[in-house]
């Protein structure tokens, strides 16, 4: 069983069409979670961290939010740049420094 | 340019070759890892290396041998191969309380 789970698989959207991704963990003291983006071929492009729940971080287009038990990805009025994939990965209090990554989800924004 | 350099950026090796897949990182990093990225499937971890020295091995068949001559520099050494090591391998440098940083990866393909 996947310890950090996230939905969509795969989401398509017409440009300008704000949408949210999601990233659920079932560990318990979670040290931090990171948001990163991968484009086809190429390796994961970090974006952000998260520590405690409340805490938002911005980019763009793009405000990562934590609660508990998830994050959300909202993506406002995309753009067809945005597509790519969205990872997302947990660190845990006590253990490895080491992150457990999620299988992603690939986004496309159609023009 | 993330600042983690991975050579060959494709490779297309039969199964009795022998091949070897470099990364290299000026980042300052004290440890270096080597991912394995298949299709729907989370980012698999396979080595370690915190200042030169292996800390982790997950359970990775002895076909993969990895090198890590000094802190700047990590090598997987592949011999004898199957068509199910075709993947895009990554190479990432960090370490504890310092963000990830992946390099642009190797596709390889096994024929």
């Known amino acids: 069983e996947d310890q950090v789970t996230q939905s969509p698989e795969a989401l398509r959207l017409q440009e300008g069409e704000s949408s949210s991704l999601n990233c659920s963990y079932t560990?318990?003291?979670?040290?931090?979670l990171f948001w990163y983006r991968q484009d086809p071929g190429k390796g994961p492009e970090f974006l952000f961290t998260?520590?405690?729940a409340g805490e938002e971080k911005e980019k763009e287009r793009l405000k990562a939010t934590l609660t508990k038990k998830e994050s959300f990805l909202h993506i406002t009025a995309p753009k067809p740049e945005d597509s790519a994939t969205y990872l997302c990965?947990?660190?845990?209090?006590?253990?490895?420094?080491?992150?457990?990554f999620g299988r992603g989800t690939s986004l496309i924004v159609h023009p | 340019e993330t600042g983690v350099t991975q050579t060959p950026r494709h490779l297309v090796m039969g199964m009795t070759n022998k091949k070897s897949l470099k990364c290299e990182q000026h980042?300052?990093?004290?440890?270096m890892y080597w991912y394995k990225q298949s299709a729907k499937k989370p980012l698999e971890l396979m080595f370690v290396?915190?200042?030169?020295?292996?800390?982790e091995n997950n359970s990775v068949p002895s076909r993969f041998s990895p090198e890590c001559p000094n802190s700047s520099h990590l090598f997987l050494h592949l011999h004898t191969l199957q068509p199910e090591d075709s993947a895009l391998y990554l190479c990432?440098?960090?370490?504890?309380?310092?963000?990830?940083?992946f390099g642009s990866g190797t596709r390889l393909t096994v024929v």
């Open positions: 990432a440098s960090g370490g504890e309380g310092v963000r990830y940083t």
């Open positions: 560990v318990s003291g979670l040290r931090g």
């Open positions: 998260l520590y405690s």
């Open positions: 990965a947990v660190t845990l209090k006590g253990g490895s420094y080491i992150p457990t």
């Open positions: 980042l300052g990093h004290n440890a």
């Open positions: 290396y915190n200042f030169k020295e292996q800390t």
